[in-house]
């Protein structure tokens, strides 16, 4: 009797389970308005429900001639999807493309990394999966097929901060040939830089072949730099250096850890238009 209840308690939750993800799955796709962010979700397989904000610009249209670039930002530890819109504001971001300080227009995914975003990593094998690969049910295709962004590595771009930029220089160093530039801002996670390391010696002919751009900057104010003696930015940009790696280092003056801070204007905007710059 007892296993039977078992069995019959387990079946119960096994058809939960499926009912639950096929009604996610199956959710009607919102309206994504241009010149601003709309927040959503897709299912990846590798990762399951993936929550993020989608930004298009002004004159976005899926009928468009040509496809759009794809900028793609990672949040750090603790935070969230809606990092990133306090310091990318669509108010900027439409001024930007409209003055043409931005030399094209693009599209930008604010990414969740995970349901914890105090434990989730960026490198984990889930997110390496759902952001690099092209398989059907993962990022690339996704925003291929629902914002006629590229699937063309050369037009991509990851950006990260904090922990989200320990994820970027992974991007760069484990799959040099997925993206055309990477940013890295107030890399201070000291227990990755063996890790990095590794990545770039493993894979250095295929990271010199591909004259990745790759931009790192940090404030002069890092309250992780300052307090515990973090070194992750400059050592590995040393590390850089030692192997002939392309990069650019910048230490922004006055300016501390956190995002909104360290990306004040023009920072935002450089670190923008470095990516553009790179697409080809």
Known sequence: MKLFITLLISSFISLWSCSS?????????????????????????????VAFNVYLPPNWSKDNATEYPLMILMHGQGEDEFTFLQTLTDSSLNHWMNKGLLAEEFVI??????????????????????????????????????????????????????????????????????????????????????????????????????????YMLIGSKDQYVLNNNRTGSPTMSAFFESKGIQHQFKVIENKSHRLSELWEYPTNLNCLQFCVQSWK
């Not at 796709?29 to 979700?41: E, I, L, S, W």
């Not at 295709?141 to 904090?162: D, E, R, W």
């Open 21 to 49: 993800e096929t009604t996610e799955r199956n959710k009607p796709v919102p309206t994504f308005k241009t010149g601003t962010y709309t927040h959503t979700a897709f299912h990846s397989k590798e990762r399951g429900k």
């Open 109 to 214: 995914i604010a990414l969740r990394g995970g349901k914890n975003t105090n434990e989730m990593q960026w490198y984990s094998k889930p997110n390496e999966a759902m952001i690099t690969s092209n398989a059907p049910n993962e990022l690339r295709a996704y925003a291929h097929k629902n914002f006629h962004t590229s699937m063309k590595s050369s037009q991509i771009s990851v950006l990260g901060h904090s922990r989200g930029a320990t994820g970027a220089l992974n991007f760069a160093l484990y799959f040099p040939d997925k993206f055309a530039s990477v940013v890295s801002s107030a890399f201070v996670s000291d227990y990755a830089i063996e890790r990095l390391k590794q990545a770039s010696n493993q894979n250095l002919a295929a990271i010199l072949a591909s004259k990745m751009p790759i």
